[in-house]
């Protein structure tokens, strides 16, 4: 669970869709404790429970604990999405990405191996944990999308991928404000960003990578860790795609739509 306590906003749990029956939502032991025992909620008190990418649900408190009353439904429209294919780093530091990311509004993550990756295996309990950090991260930023996280894949399997923008982060490439500036913001942008390990990837790998369509674009003159370059660039997208309002056509669409229904 989180929550900003500092920017009054309304609180946000995530749900499954099992958990309504009716115009009510079932809490679960967790959310119940979080509610009224970490946030002291008090019956009648208002927050919105989020169905991943596709509802915000407007709830209310009841005097029995663990229901809460539907009150109204939000639809959401599509948002650009921004992946991240991350090469698995030492000390679990893929926690902190996931963390980050999240927050930065990367929707899906792929543990990537690549020649340089010494860690090559995650256990079922570390993948499991990454979803909790994930959904918790939603929560706490106010996201409307709890990110998925793929098993580890080979870059290989990265090319097979359909995304319209393909990225490898690395210091040689084109800035990545010069790379933005050819694009327009939109909605439905969609782009892959891929990070090597600590020491990058392999000239090898490089030249695969832009031999399958990839584009080599940097964060500027500095040298990043691998833990923050993914990052760093989500964040920079999700504030460009910001920048621009979609255009009036794209706008009424979607709002037609909704009334339907270390170094590298």
């Given at each position: 669970?989180?929550?900003?306590?500092?920017?009054?906003?309304?609180?946000?749990?995530?749900?499954?869709?099992?958990?309504?029956?009716g115009d009510?939502?079932?809490?679960?032991?967790?959310?119940?404790?979080?509610?009224?025992?970490?946030?002291?909620?008090?019956?009648?008190?208002?927050?919105?429970?989020?169905?991943?990418?596709?509802?915000?649900?407007?709830?209310?408190?009841?005097?029995?604990?663990?229901?809460?009353?539907?009150?109204?439904?939000?639809?959401?429209?599509?948002?650009?999405?921004?992946?991240?294919?991350?090469?698995?780093?030492?000390?679990?530091?893929?926690?902190?990405?996931?963390?980050?990311?999240?927050?930065?509004?990367?929707?899906?993550?792929?543990?990537?191996?690549?020649?340089?990756?010494?860690?090559?295996?995650?256990?079922?309990?570390?993948?499991?944990?990454?979803?909790?950090?994930?959904?918790?991260?939603?929560?706490?930023?106010?996201?409307?999308?709890?990110?998925?996280?793929?098993?580890?894949?080979?870059?290989?399997?990265?090319?097979?991928?359909?995304?319209?923008?393909?990225?490898?982060?690395?210091?040689?490439?084109?800035?990545?404000w010069d790379?933005?500036?050819?694009?327009?913001?939109?909605?439905?942008?969609?782009?892959?960003?891929?990070?090597?390990p600590e020491?990058?990837?392999?000239?090898?790998?490089?030249?695969?990578?832009?031999?399958?369509?990839?584009?080599?674009?940097?964060?500027?003159?500095?040298?990043?860790?691998?833990?923050?370059?993914?990052?760093?660039?989500?964040?920079?997208?999700?504030?460009?795609?910001?920048?621009?309002?979609?255009?009036?056509?794209?706008?009424?669409?979607?709002?037609?739509?909704?009334?339907?229904?270390?170094?590298?």
């Amino acid at each position: 669970m989180g929550h900003d306590a500092g920017g009054g906003s309304v609180i946000r749990i995530v749900v499954e869709p099992e958990q309504f029956t009716g115009d009510r939502l079932i809490l679960t032991p967790e959310q119940e404790h979080y509610l009224f025992r970490v946030m002291r909620m008090k019956p009648k008190t208002s927050f919105e429970a989020i169905l991943s990418g596709t509802q915000i649900v407007h709830c209310v408190t009841t005097q029995n604990s663990h229901l809460a009353q539907c009150v109204d439904v939000r639809p959401v429209c599509g948002n650009p999405r921004v992946f991240l294919a991350q090469a698995l780093l030492k000390k679990d530091l893929f926690s902190e990405i996931v963390e980050r990311g999240t927050e930065a509004g990367i929707c899906r993550f792929y543990p990537l191996v690549t020649q340089r990756t010494i860690v090559r295996e995650i256990s079922e309990a570390k993948w499991q944990r990454w979803h909790t950090i994930a959904k918790e991260a939603t929560e706490q930023s106010q996201r409307i999308l709890v990110p998925e996280i793929s098993q580890p894949v080979s870059l290989q399997a990265l090319f097979d991928i359909k995304i319209p923008h393909k990225v490898m982060l690395d210091p040689q490439g084109r800035n990545i404000w010069d790379w933005v500036n050819d694009r327009t913001p939109t909605r439905r942008f969609e782009c892959l960003l891929t990070v090597g390990p600590e020491g990058g990837f392999s000239e090898f790998e490089r030249q695969q990578m832009l031999k399958h369509g990839f584009e080599a674009v940097s964060l500027g003159s500095y040298v990043y860790r691998a833990k923050n370059a993914g990052v760093f660039a989500a964040a920079l997208l999700e504030a460009w795609q910001g920048s621009s309002a979609a255009t009036p056509k794209e706008s009424e669409a979607y709002s037609q739509l909704a009334q339907d229904g270390d170094d590298f």
